[in-house]
């Protein structure tokens, strides 16, 4: 076997990487309005939110209806950090991640053994504790009235707190953790997870530790989601425990439905579009949230793979994105890269 | 002898307990035939409300009118959830599919997206602050029982939900259609051989179940005097804690499990302040999933 037998896909990437990091910033300068940057962060968190719940939801099959809430504990724990220990944004954006990845661990320990709805429901409760938590415990929170958060972004001391540092940090980490995302579910890891969605009795008697691989994709996808907040909370500067509600978590779940479960590119694009089309839609005032569930319905009922289906993204993951099979001396693809 | 402070406060969790009660019922009823949650219930409880709401602020009916009118639009609003949320997803009839767990999560997410849009249309409509209920519709003239003091809408909830109770009892055990329902509950492939419509009795079971949730909506809100489009959000999951408390399928079982919830969070109320009293019905529905799976009062039902 040699090296022109493994398909690597560099177009692809690097196409991305321009559009992200190139293409858009030049756009978002050309307009230079306050509005544009909003939406195209919002639209980034957002990636990496759906991008969070693909893994554990889509990936490993696990319905998560409460994971706004990780979501809202990252940016709690960034906007705690930063007013009363006076952090930055370089000590906050780790540090919320693992408070969020703790959480979620000790939420998992006793929840993990409950299967399809049930667990769905667990995590609706925990979902809503935690909402209630940020609501109720007034003088840790601040409850209804939110944290004002006055340190904005900076990595090691430089501020990167004008529009387009801004950007192009929230930018450079969604796309760190997407890429790590991709890697763990484009992977046997990746199939292992999705060998406990399909059947998990099956993958238990073929020696996948069913357990464990849930406890690990539920920790690892509250992680990214507190990334997520902590850049929401540095970015915005605003917290308050609405912004983490339970219909966040339905518009999380929807991003994932609407581009189709198991597929990372299709929870990209759905985030994409739930957060764009609204945006686009702006004239229409009220009419944005029925939007959402008219989406959402119009999706499960007429595209019940989404938009990009699990199916033709691993295809297109596997030859265009880096994670190609390698060949055999007789041209069969084996495994993942 | 007992402070009357604390029996006070379990007359105001037994009512409480009881408007959740009202709620599980119908929910109950569902999730047993389909063994799929139906997540827009609380919207159904909400439409019957306003329903309710419309026609007394259009004319000034008698209150069973109102009543009426609610469980009018409940029983439609059940029959058109089934036809859009429900319907599409039993395309395939063969036993791997009414297993499989795509199907049952697909049918959740669908009465999910379904209610997001009446609930956002609903507040469209009628805007998404609290509108009163005229005064003279309220249900809560207050009545002294010895030490403690209830309302008028406590008997009537009470009494409402009891005749439910008895009524659904007599419906699930004396007539075709609840021995049908029944049969669809147990085995829905079984009953099709033996010749049931499963169709039409899955549409009489959310027909049914819609009606008593709708009929909810109205009492509870003639009892608060408040009627607003999220007000089925939390009574739902209440709901829905109460059956899974009371074993899913059990009936009784829920609504005694909803007394349970409704004495403990008026009690909670004693200890810490009102707005963290939801957190017992989250607590105990975790406490239930993880000790006692099979619930307080039901058979077992694989969900570990």
């Not at chain 1, 990936?59 to 709690?76: I, K």
């Not at chain 1, 007429?302 to 297109?316: M, Q, T, Y």
Request: with cysteine; proline share 3%.
């Amino acid at each position: 076997m040699n090296a022109s037998n493994t398909r690597q896909g560099w177009l692809v990437p690097a196409l991305i990487g321009l559009l992200v990091f190139a293409v858009l910033p030049a756009g978002l300068a050309a307009f230079d309005r306050g509005y544009f940057y909003q939406v195209a962060n919002v639209a980034m968190i957002f990636v990496l939110l759906s991008a969070s719940m693909h893994l554990v939801t889509g990936v490993a099959g696990l319905l998560h209806l409460g994971h706004a809430a990780f979501y809202g504990v990252g940016a709690y724990t960034a906007a705690l950090l930063a007013t009363k220990a006076g952090l930055g944004f370089t000590w906050t954006l780790p540090l919320s991640g693992l408070v969020a990845a703790l959480v979620a661990f000790l939420v998992a320990l006793p929840t993990m053994r409950l299967v399809s709805i049930y667990f769905a429901v667990a995590t609706l409760a925990i979902g809503q504790m935690l909402y209630l938590v940020m609501l109720n415990w007034v003088e840790f929170t601040k409850g209804p009235n939110g944290i004002i958060v006055s340190k904005g972004l900076e990595l090691f001391g430089f501020s990167l707190s004008g529009r387009l540092a801004t950007y192009y940090t929230v930018a450079a980490v969604v796309m760190l953790c997407v890429v790590a995302i991709s890697r763990l579910s484009h992977s046997y890891y990746g199939n292992a997870l999705r060998s406990i969605r399909e059947d998990d009795q099956c993958a238990d008697a073929m020696g996948v530790r069913t357990v464990r691989l849930k406890m690990e994709a539920f920790t690892l996808s509250a992680f990214f989601a507190g990334v997520a907040g902590s850049l929401w909370a540095h970015m915005t500067g605003y917290i308050s425990p609405g912004d983490f509600k339970f219909s966040e978590s339905i518009l999380i779940l929807a991003m994932v439905v609407v581009g189709g479960l198991g597929s990372l590119p299709g929870a990209v694009i759905g985030a994409l579009l739930l957060i764009l089309l609204p945006e686009g839609l702006r004239g229409m005032g009220d009419f944005r949230n029925i939007m959402v569930g008219m989406v959402m319905f119009l999706s499960i009922l007429f595209l019940p793979k989404g938009l990009l289906g699990e199916v033709s993204a691993l295809r297109l993951v596997r030859q265009q994105l880096g994670a190609a099979w390698r060949r055999t001396d007789n041209g069969i693809g084996i495994g993942w890269r | 002898m007992i402070d009357p402070y604390y029996l006070q406060q379990l007359a105001i969790g037994l009512s409480l307990g009881m408007t959740y009660a009202l709620m599980a019922i119908g929910f109950t009823l569902i999730f047993g035939v389909l063994n799929v949650v139906n997540f827009a219930h609380g919207e159904i409880y909400t439409l019957g409300a306003f329903a309710g709401l419309v026609l007394i602020t259009a004319s000034a009916p008698p209150v069973a009118a109102v009543v009426f009118a609610a469980l009018a639009i409940g029983a439609l609003a059940g029959f058109s959830l089934e036809r859009l949320a429900f319907k599409p997803f039993r395309r395939f009839t063969d036993e791997a599919s009414l297993k499989s767990r795509a199907m049952r999560e697909s049918t959740l997410l669908s009465s999910l997206a379904v209610s997001i849009v009446v609930r956002e249309a609903l507040e469209i409509v009628f805007g998404s602050e609290m509108r009163s209920v005229p005064f003279e519709y309220l249900i809560n003239t207050p009545v002294r029982v010895g030490p403690v003091i209830l309302v008028t809408g406590d008997f009537i909830i009470f009494g409402v939900s009891a005749a439910m109770l008895i009524g659904l009892q007599y419906l699930l055990t004396r007539t075709r259609i609840g021995l049908g329902i029944r049969a669809v509950s147990n085995n829905p492939l079984g009953a099709k051989y033996v010749g049931i419509d499963t169709d039409r009795t899955i549409i009489m079971t959310f027909v049914v179940g819609s009606m008593m949730g709708a009929a909810a909506g109205i009492l509870v809100g003639l009892y608060y005097g408040a009627i607003f489009p999220a007000m089925g959000f939390v009574p739902g999951i209440k709901a829905f804690v109460a059956m899974v408390m009371g074993g899913l399928s059990s009936i009784p079982g829920a609504v005694i499990c909803a007394l349970i919830l409704g004495v403990s969070e008026s009690m909670a109320t004693t200890f810490v302040s009102s707005g963290w009293s939801d957190m017992v019905a989250y607590g105990f529905l975790i406490l239930t999933l993880i000790f006692f799976p099979n619930g307080l009062f039901g058979a077992g039902r694989e969900r570990v």
